[in-house]
């Protein structure tokens, strides 16, 4: 089966878009300064507008409370993790905030294969 995810999303608009488009996933940049970055005020109408799409919220090295609130304050079904945290982090969000997590790898050799497999 293939899924398709878009992500960087910035307005209730694109999402709209991506779903009429055929996404079924729709990600949005939750974690402040980056380019694609929104603020939960914006994403509440982006993630309203998901419709039967996954609702994502990408996280990099955010706090995990920032996560979680954002998690139940929009309804997310999922959370996207790209920075440092670690398997404990990651365990908090699996069961505090009781969504999907992926967690994102930099490989750069063997080490790096064998932390993502855990």
């Not at 380019?35 to 919220?57: C, I, P, T, Y």
């Amino acid at each position: 089966m293939t899924l398709v995810k878009i992500c960087g999303l910035r307005s209730e608009r694109d999402v709209e878009l991506a779903v009429e488009a055929g996404a079924d996933m729709v990600g949005m940049v939750l974690s402040p300064g980056f380019r694609r970055s929104v603020s939960l005020e914006e994403a509440a109408s982006m993630a309203d507008a998901s419709g039967d799409a996954v609702s994502v919220g990408v996280f990099v090295d955010s706090p995990p409370e920032a996560v979680i609130r954002a998690v139940f304050e929009l309804g997310l079904d999922a959370v996207q993790l790209h920075g440092s945290e670690d398997d404990e982090y990651v365990s908090r969000i699996r069961s505090d905030a009781r969504v999907t997590v992926v967690k994102s790898f930099v490989v750069k050799g063997p080490q790096d294969v064998e932390a993502a497999r855990r």
